[in-house]
C-alpha cells in the first residue's frame, strides 16, 4: 500500500510539469471560455509582446515611417496590427503566418483598412445611403463590403462614421449619415450589421469600428482638425446616441477622433473613452486612436512630449496606437517608472485579443484566397450598387415634371464635366475601387437611351478654374437639343478627410455655364454630385429641375441613367438641409426655437433652408390620410400607436419613407423644435395604398437625456408630426 502511495505520488510529480504545460498553452484551445483563454495567454506574455499588441504598422501606399513595406523579413512576428492597403491576400496570409509560427505564443495579427462604401465595388458615399433610408440595401452594401475587404486580407475596417453633420463646410459630413442623431444611430446598427454579420468568427465579416468618438463633426467653422465646442448636453443628446446605438449593436471597435473636445482632447478624454464607453456602456472590445492623434495631443498642448501623450492616451482608454509607434517608443518606461500601471496594461492587450478571439482568428488565421473575378464586382454587387445608388438620389426640383426624360425629348445636351469623370464620382474613401471599374454617366445615358434619343455631349468646362473655352461647344449642343442636362458637382477630395470648404457653393465656372445654357430657352436640368449639401441660391432659379445625386460610385452610369429616364422612380428623401447660402450654416431641421421665432433671421435670405432635411420628390405622387392616433392621453407605461395611409396617386409605383417625429412643446430642458423618431420605407404600387405605423413607446420616444446622459421622461402636451400633420396627445404618470 506504501509503495503504490509513493509510485502514485512520484507519478504525480512528473505528471505536474507536463500538465502545467498542458495548462499554459489553454489560449490554444477553441473550447476554453475566451477570457480563461486570454487569462492564460497575459500570464505568459512579456511586458514587450503586450506593448506590440497596442500598436498598429501599417503597409501600402503611405510615408509614414512603420509602414512595413516589402521587407516582411525584417518585420517582427510579434506585430499586434497592421493597416492593411492592399488587395493582396496572400500577401496577408504570409504576413500572418510569419506572425504564428515565428512568434514566441503565436499570436495573430488583426488587419485593417478604410472601406468606408465599398472596397472594389464603391457604393455611394454614407451621406447618400442615408438619403435611401433604406436599411435592407445599406445593410447588403455593407456584407458585400465586408466580403470583398475579407477576401483581399482584412479583419476591420474603419467605418461607420457617425460624427452628426452640424456644418457643410466640414468636408467629412460625406462619410457620415446626416444631421440627424436617430438616422445616424439606426445607420449605425445597420453598418455594424452588415459588417459584423450574426458572428464575427464567421468568414466574410469583419469587425466594425465606431468612429470618430466623439464630436468631430464640431470642428470650429468645420475646419478639419479643430477645436470643438461642445457642451455636455449637446455630447449626450446629440453625439452619444449613434455610438451607444452602434455599441449595443456589438460593435467590436472604436476610434477616438482628433478633435479637442471643451479642453480635453477626445484621444485623452478618459470621461467619454473610459467612465461613458467602457463603465457605462459596457463596450469590450477596444479603442484605436485615429491616425497621429496621440501625437496631435503635444499639438493640442494638453502634453509637453509624446510621453506624456502617450500617458495621456493610454491612461484614457486609447488601447491601440495607429501607427505612431508611441506606446511602443514609450510605453516601456512609463510602466517601469509606475506612471502606468501594469493592470492597465493587462486590460488594455485584454481587450484586444477579446476582439480577435472573437474574429477567430486564432482559430483561422488565414483567409481564403480565390481569383479577383470571383472576389470583387460581382453582378450581384453591381446590382446592389446600382439600386442603393438610385434610391439615394433625391429628386430637389421638378417643375411641370420636366423629369423623366420621356419620349417627348428627341434629343438631349448631355453638358458637364462630371458626364465622363470616372474618379470623382466615386467620391472620398473609395477603398479599392478603381476609375476603369466606374460605370460613367456617358456610358450609363449612352446605353439608356440608345434608340430613344440623340445625345449630344459637351464637356463645357472642368470643375474650377477660368477656362470658358468650351462653353460655345456647350452651348451649340444645347441649341441642337430638346432639353439640357448639365452634370456638375465636385471634386472627389472637395470632401472628405481635410476636404474643408469655405463655401460650399460650386465654383462660379460652373455656375456660369449654367447661366450660359439657361440663355437657350431649353429646359435646364441639374444632375449634381457632391459629397456635402451645396449652395443652390443661384443655380436654383435657372434649373427647371435639379437632383442630387451626391457620389454614387461604381453604379453611377445605370443609376443616374434609370432616374432620368424614369426606369428608377425617385425615392430619396435629404439627410441632410441645402441651406440658402453657405452663411445660413449651422442650420439643421431639429435647432431649437428662438426666443423671437419671427425675428432674428438673416435679413438678405429667406429665413428656411433652400430645402430642409426629409426633402425629396418622386414621379409619382402620394395623397397621406389623416393620422389616427389610438389614444390622446397615455400613460408612462403605455404605448400608442400612430397609423397614416398613404396613396399613390400618381400612374407609377414608388417607394415612400414616411418620418416620423415628435415634438414637446414644453420641458424642464428645452426641446429641439421636432425630432425624428422612426422612419419606414415602403414600396407602393400605382394607385395602391399602404398603412405605415409607429409604436411610440414613452420611455424610448419622450424621453429626453439631461448633461449627465441621465434619462427623463416628463408628462405633459406631445405632437406627433408625419408631413404636414401634427397631432396632440398627452402624457400622464
Ligand atoms: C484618418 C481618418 O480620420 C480616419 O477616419 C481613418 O480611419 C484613418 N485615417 C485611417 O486611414
Known amino acids: 500500500?506504501?509503495?503504490?502511495?509513493?509510485?502514485?505520488?512520484?507519478?504525480?510529480?512528473?505528471?505536474?510539469?507536463?500538465?502545467?504545460?498542458?495548462?499554459?498553452?489553454i489560449y490554444k484551445d477553441k473550447n476554453a471560455p475566451i477570457e480563461t483563454r486570454i487569462d492564460n495567454l497575459l500570464s505568459l506574455m512579456t511586458l514587450e509582446e503586450k506593448i506590440m499588441q497596442m500598436n498598429q504598422w501599417t503597409y501600402g501606399k503611405n510615408a509614414n515611417p512603420n509602414n512595413i513595406g516589402e521587407k516582411m523579413k525584417e518585420v517582427s512576428p510579434m506585430i499586434g496590427s497592421l493597416l492593411y492597403r492592399s488587395t493582396n491576400p496572400e500577401y496577408r496570409n504570409q504576413i500572418q503566418k510569419k506572425a504564428i509560427s515565428e512568434s514566441r505564443l503565436g499570436i495573430p495579427i488583426i488587419f485593417g483598412f478604410d472601406a468606408?462604401?465599398?472596397?472594389?465595388?464603391?457604393?455611394?458615399?454614407?451621406?447618400?445611403?442615408?438619403?435611401?433610408?433604406?436599411?435592407?440595401?445599406?445593410?447588403?452594401?455593407?456584407?458585400?463590403?465586408?466580403?470583398?475587404?475579407?477576401?483581399?486580407?482584412?479583419?476591420w475596417t474603419f467605418s461607420p462614421m457617425l460624427d452628426v453633420a452640424r456644418d457643410a463646410r466640414w468636408g467629412r459630413v460625406s462619410e457620415g449619415y446626416g444631421e440627424d442623431t436617430y438616422a445616424n444611430s439606426v445607420f449605425?446598427?445597420?453598418?455594424?450589421?452588415?459588417?459584423?454579420?450574426?458572428?464575427?468568427?464567421?468568414?466574410?465579416?469583419?469587425?466594425?469600428?465606431?468612429?470618430?468618438?466623439?464630436?468631430?463633426?464640431?470642428?470650429?467653422?468645420?475646419?478639419?482638425?479643430?477645436?470643438s465646442d461642445i457642451s455636455n448636453q449637446t455630447l449626450w443628446e446629440t453625439f452619444m446616441p449613434p455610438f451607444e446605438a452602434g455599441i449595443k449593436a456589438g460593435a467590436a471597435t472604436v476610434m477616438s477622433g482628433f478633435n479637442d473636445i471643451s479642453g480635453v482632447p477626445a484621444s485623452a478624454n478618459y470621461y467619454t473613452l473610459t467612465e461613458v464607453l467602457k463603465k457605462k456602456w459596457g463596450h469590450d472590445g477596444f479603442v484605436i486612436s485615429d491616425w497621429g492623434s496621440v501625437r496631435n495631443l503635444v499639438e493640442q498642448s494638453v502634453a509637453k512630449d509624446l510621453k506624456e501623450a502617450t500617458q495621456k492616451a493610454f491612461m484614457a482608454g486609447v488601447e491601440m496606437d495607429m501607427v505612431d509607434n508611441t506606446y511602443m517608443d514609450y510605453l516601456p518606461a512609463l510602466v517601469a517608472e509606475g506612471k502606468v500601471p501594469m493592470a492597465t496594461v493587462d486590460e488594455a492587450v485584454r481587450r484586444i485579443l477579446r476582439v480577435k478571439m472573437k474574429l477567430g482568428l486564432f482559430e483561422n488565421p488565414y483567409v481564403d484566397v480565390v481569383p479577383e473575378k470571383k472576389r470583387y464586382l460581382l453582378p450581384e454587387y453591381l446590382k446592389t450598387a446600382e439600386l442603393l445608388a438610385a434610391e439615394s438620389m433625391v429628386l430637389l426640383k421638378n417643375d411641370n415634371s420636366v423629369l423623366p426624360i420621356t419620349t417627348k425629348y428627341k434629343s438631349i445636351a448631355i453638358i458637364g464635366p462630371m458626364v465622363?469623370?470616372?474618379?470623382?464620382?466615386?467620391?472620398?474613401?473609395?477603398?479599392?475601387?478603381?476609375?476603369q471599374d466606374v460605370e460613367t454617366i456617358y456610358a450609363g445615358l449612352q446605353k439608356e437611351f440608345k434608340g430613344k434619343a440623340q445625345l449630344n455631349y459637351a464637356k463645357g468646362c472642368d470643375f474650377d478654374g477660368d477656362d470658358?473655352?468650351?462653353?460655345?461647344?456647350?452651348?451649340?449642343?444645347?441649341?441642337?437639343?430638346?432639353?439640357?442636362?448639365?452634370?456638375?458637382?465636385?471634386?472627389?477630395?472637395?470632401?472628405?478627410?481635410?476636404?474643408?470648404?469655405?463655401?460650399?457653393?460650386?465654383?462660379?465656372?460652373?455656375?456660369?455655364?449654367?447661366?450660359?445654357?439657361?440663355?437657350?430657352?431649353?429646359?435646364?436640368?441639374?444632375?449634381?454630385?457632391?459629397?456635402?449639401?451645396?449652395?443652390?441660391?443661384?443655380?436654383?432659379?435657372?434649373?427647371?429641375?435639379?437632383?442630387?445625386?451626391?457620389?454614387?460610385?461604381?453604379?453611377?452610369?445605370?443609376a443616374v441613367a434609370g432616374i432620368l429616364s424614369g426606369r428608377s422612380n425617385p425615392s430619396g428623401k435629404l439627410s441632410i438641409t441645402f441651406p440658402q447660402t453657405t452663411g445660413q450654416i449651422p442650420i439643421y431641421y431639429n435647432m431649437r426655437e428662438s426666443a423671437r421665432p419671427n425675428s432674428g433671421h438673416y435679413q438678405d435670405i429667406p429665413r428656411d433652408?433652400?430645402?430642409?432635411?426629409?426633402?425629396?420628390?418622386s414621379y409619382t405622387n402620394y395623397s397621406y390620410g389623416s393620422v389616427k392616433l389610438s389614444a390622446t392621453k397615455i400613460k408612462k407605461t403605455d404605448k400608442l400607436i400612430a397609423e397614416v395611409e398613404i396613396t399613390n396617386t400618381g400612374d407609377r409605383d414608388g417607394k415612400e419613407t414616411v418620418m416620423w417625429f415628435i415634438k414637446d412643446p414644453f420641458a424642464s430642458i428645452s426641446r429641439p423644435m421636432k425630432e425624428l423618431k422612426h422612419f419606414e420605407k415602403k414600396f407602393i404600387k400605382a394607385g395602391e395604398k399602404a398603412v405605415y405605423r409607429f409604436e411610440i413607446d414613452p420611455a424610448q420616444h419622450l424621453s429626453f437625456v439631461d448633461s449627465n446622459g441621465e434619462r427623463h421622461l416628463e408628462t405633459g402636451d406631445f405632437y406627433v408630426i408625419v408631413n404636414d400633420q401634427q397631432l396632440h396627445f398627452e402624457l400622464i404618470e
Not at 433652408?609 to 420628390?617: E, I, S, V
Open 1 to 25: 500500500m506504501k509503495r503504490q502511495i509513493v509510485t502514485f505520488t512520484l507519478l504525480l510529480l512528473c505528471a505536474l510539469p507536463l500538465a502545467a504545460q498542458k495548462k499554459k498553452e
Open 116 to 155: 468606408i462604401h465599398g472596397y472594389r465595388t464603391v457604393f455611394p458615399i454614407p451621406l447618400a445611403q442615408a438619403c435611401s433610408w433604406n436599411t435592407d440595401l445599406v445593410q447588403q452594401s455593407c456584407a458585400i463590403t465586408a466580403k470583398e475587404s475579407w477576401l483581399s486580407g482584412l479583419d
Open 188 to 227: 449605425a446598427v445597420t453598418a455594424v450589421k452588415g459588417y459584423q454579420g450574426t458572428n464575427l468568427s464567421d468568414k466574410y465579416t469583419i469587425a466594425a469600428c465606431l468612429k470618430h468618438y466623439i464630436g468631430y463633426s464640431l470642428s470650429e467653422g468645420g475646419r478639419d482638425y479643430h477645436y
Open 420 to 435: 465622363k469623370d470616372s474618379v470623382h464620382i466615386m467620391g472620398f474613401w473609395e477603398g479599392m475601387g478603381r476609375p
Open 468 to 558: 470658358r473655352n468650351g462653353f460655345t461647344d456647350a452651348v451649340s449642343a444645347a441649341n441642337k437639343s430638346d432639353a439640357v442636362i448639365v452634370f456638375l458637382g465636385e471634386k472627389r477630395n472637395w470632401s472628405g478627410e481635410n476636404g474643408s470648404r469655405s463655401t460650399i457653393a460650386l465654383p462660379k465656372i460652373q455656375e456660369d455655364l449654367v447661366a450660359e445654357l439657361k440663355k437657350t430657352g431649353k429646359p435646364v436640368i441639374l444632375m449634381l454630385s457632391s459629397g456635402r449639401p451645396l449652395e443652390l441660391i443661384r443655380l436654383n432659379t435657372m434649373a427647371s429641375a435639379i437632383v442630387a445625386i451626391w457620389q454614387p460610385g461604381t453604379a453611377a452610369g445605370s
Open 609 to 617: 433652408a433652400l430645402y430642409w432635411f426629409g426633402h425629396g420628390l
